[in-house]
C-alpha cells in the first residue's frame, strides 16, 4: 500500500515535465525544452544587416556611396575588409598601433599626410545626425541603419 502512494505521488510530481495535468503545462515545460521567453525574441534580431560606406573628399570634389552588409557586434574594421572583398573599388590601406588600435592612413589611393595636415576623419550618420567617431575602425562597431563616412580633410586639433 505504502509503495502505491509513493509511486502515485512521484507520478503526480512529474505531470508539469511531461506536458500533463493542467493549464500551466506548457510553461512550465519551456524552461527545460527552451522555447519562448527572450532569448528567442533577441535571437531574431542577430544576423547580418546592410549598411552604407561613403568616402567623400572635398578636395576632388568625389562623394562614393557603398552598400554592403555587416554582422551584428562586428566591428568596422570587419565590415571595411568585407566590402573589399566583395566590391574592388573600395580600398583602404592602415597602421596598426599597439595603443588606439587601427589607424585608417589611405582610402582608394589617397593618403593621409602630416606634412599636408591631411587625414581621413570618420563619422557615423543616424538619421539626419552625422558625428566624429570617439574610437578607430578597430574599435567602432555600427548598427543597423548606420551610413559610416570616411572623410579627406585637413587636420583640425583635438584631444
Ligand atoms: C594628433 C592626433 C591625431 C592626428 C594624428 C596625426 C598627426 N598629424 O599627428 C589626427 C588628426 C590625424 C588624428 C585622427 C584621429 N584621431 Co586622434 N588624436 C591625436 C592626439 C590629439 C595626439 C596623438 C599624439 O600625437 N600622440 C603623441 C605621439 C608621440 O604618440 P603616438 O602614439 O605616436 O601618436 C600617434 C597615434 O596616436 C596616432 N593616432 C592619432 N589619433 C588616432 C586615432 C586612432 C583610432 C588610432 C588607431 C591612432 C591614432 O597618430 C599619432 C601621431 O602619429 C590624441 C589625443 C592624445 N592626447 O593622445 C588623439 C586620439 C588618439 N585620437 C582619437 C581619435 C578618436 C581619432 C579619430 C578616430 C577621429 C575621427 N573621428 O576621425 C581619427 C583617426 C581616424 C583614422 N583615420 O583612423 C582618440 C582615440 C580614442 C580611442 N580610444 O580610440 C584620441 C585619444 C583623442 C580622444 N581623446 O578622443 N588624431
Given at each position: 500500500m505504502a509503495l502505491t502512494v509513493i509511486s502515485f505521488l512521484c507520478f503526480a510530481a512529474l505531470l508539469p515535465f511531461l506536458g500533463?495535468?493542467?493549464?500551466?503545462d506548457c510553461s512550465a515545460l519551456l524552461p527545460f525544452l527552451r522555447l519562448g521567453g527572450p532569448d528567442d525574441c533577441s535571437a531574431g534580431n542577430q544576423g547580418p544587416f546592410s549598411m552604407e560606406v561613403t568616402v567623400t573628399n572635398k578636395f576632388a570634389k568625389t562623394n562614393i556611396t557603398y552598400s554592403t552588409t555587416a554582422e551584428v557586434g562586428m566591428p568596422m574594421f570587419g565590415v571595411l575588409n568585407h566590402l573589399h572583398k566583395t566590391n574592388n573599388s573600395f580600398n583602404y590601406t592602415y597602421i596598426i598601433y599597439d595603443?588606439?588600435?587601427?589607424?585608417?592612413?589611405?582610402v582608394n589611393g589617397v593618403n593621409g599626410s602630416t606634412e599636408n595636415n591631411t587625414y581621413w576623419q570618420l563619422l557615423s550618420q543616424k538619421g539626419s545626425t552625422i558625428k566624429p567617431l570617439s574610437v578607430g575602425i578597430s574599435c567602432h562597431i555600427p548598427k543597423k541603419d548606420e551610413i559610416f563616412i570616411m572623410n579627406f580633410t585637413t587636420s583640425s586639433c583635438h584631444i
Amino acid at each position: 500500500m505504502a509503495l502505491t502512494v509513493i509511486s502515485f505521488l512521484c507520478f503526480a510530481a512529474l505531470l508539469p515535465f511531461l506536458g500533463l495535468g493542467g493549464p500551466d503545462d506548457c510553461s512550465a515545460l519551456l524552461p527545460f525544452l527552451r522555447l519562448g521567453g527572450p532569448d528567442d525574441c533577441s535571437a531574431g534580431n542577430q544576423g547580418p544587416f546592410s549598411m552604407e560606406v561613403t568616402v567623400t573628399n572635398k578636395f576632388a570634389k568625389t562623394n562614393i556611396t557603398y552598400s554592403t552588409t555587416a554582422e551584428v557586434g562586428m566591428p568596422m574594421f570587419g565590415v571595411l575588409n568585407h566590402l573589399h572583398k566583395t566590391n574592388n573599388s573600395f580600398n583602404y590601406t592602415y597602421i596598426i598601433y599597439d595603443t588606439y588600435g587601427i589607424f585608417v592612413n589611405g582610402v582608394n589611393g589617397v593618403n593621409g599626410s602630416t606634412e599636408n595636415n591631411t587625414y581621413w576623419q570618420l563619422l557615423s550618420q543616424k538619421g539626419s545626425t552625422i558625428k566624429p567617431l570617439s574610437v578607430g575602425i578597430s574599435c567602432h562597431i555600427p548598427k543597423k541603419d548606420e551610413i559610416f563616412i570616411m572623410n579627406f580633410t585637413t587636420s583640425s586639433c583635438h584631444i
